[in-house]
């Protein structure tokens, strides 16, 4: 069984994180299944609109760090910076059902999302100064559009996890259900939107993000060189060192 479940029907492309016994870490072969599944929805006129979801106890916990430190993504045509670009760019619909953790990746992929469902259980994160590193995904310029900056600061300097109701207070989710109704409410609104006339969603779609397309782009490209430069330096190796001893990073010297 696939990691990633890729289904279409009724017009909605259904992509399923099924790695819940790694808690959906996402591993670079994933993140290629998820930029190719992207890129044929984009291309496939049967599919109107498409949907993330994890399962009810869990989104996902970003990348797998074993996975990561085996095979770091080295240039802009890396699994994850192809998914990054596909994602922020992808011209149709774009729903997600968030439940449990929503770590990293998990979180900064939902700014890209035109509607996001949340389980009550939900707890979003960006730790990435946690690991000794930066913000991805634009991130560091689409989180404080929508949090404040204050609220931005707070999320991405301290890392820590805020709940499904602060998401809904600012705007990150439209609706919080129970976990196990998420993904059916998710699908439901999909299927909405899939019945409506294409060409207007897409077009509708693109003006509403325009004007922030190529500030998106140049700010991912960013954080992506600051990223890759970041990774090898003494925070991320003692943090990453860290985690894989299962013990508390010392950064006073990093």
Do not use: W
Request: aromatic fraction near 6%; charge should be negative; include cysteine.
């Amino acid at each position: 069984m696939s990691d990633i479940l890729v289904h279409t029907e009724a017009g909605v492309m259904t992509i399923t994180f099924n790695r819940v016994d790694k808690k959906n870490s996402i591993t670079s072969g994933m993140y290629a299944e998820l930029a190719d599944a992207l890129a044929n929805a984009e291309s496939d006129a049967a599919v109107r609109c498409v949907l993330i979801q994890g399962d009810p106890t869990i989104f996902s916990a970003g990348n797998d760090i074993g996975d990561f430190l085996n095979g770091p993504p080295s240039t802009q045509e890396s699994p994850v910076f192809r998914f990054l670009r596909g994602i922020a760019t992808f011209p149709k619909p774009l729903v997600a059902a968030v439940c449990g953790p929503a770590v990293g990746i998990g979180t900064t992929m939902l700014f890209h999302c035109d509607l996001v469902y949340a389980g009550d259980n939900a707890a979003f994160s960006m730790p990435f100064v946690n690991l000794g590193l930066c913000p991805e995904a634009a991130s560091s310029l689409l989180v404080p559009q929508m949090l404040g900056y204050h609220r931005a600061a707070e999320a991405l300097l301290l890392g820590e996890p805020f709940m499904a109701e602060a998401a809904l207070e600012v705007g990150l989710v439209n609706r919080v259900v129970p976990p196990t109704e998420a993904n059916a409410i998710a699908q439901t609104q999909a299927r909405k939107l899939a019945a409506k006339p294409l060409s207007a969603l897409v077009e509708t779609k693109r003006l509403l993000k325009k004007g922030q397309m190529p500030a998106v782009l140049e700010r991912m490209g960013e954080e992506g060189a600051s990223f890759g430069r970041m990774l090898r330096e003494p925070a991320a190796r003692e943090a990453f060192s860290a985690f894989m001893e299962k013990r508390k990073p010392d950064f006073s010297k990093c």
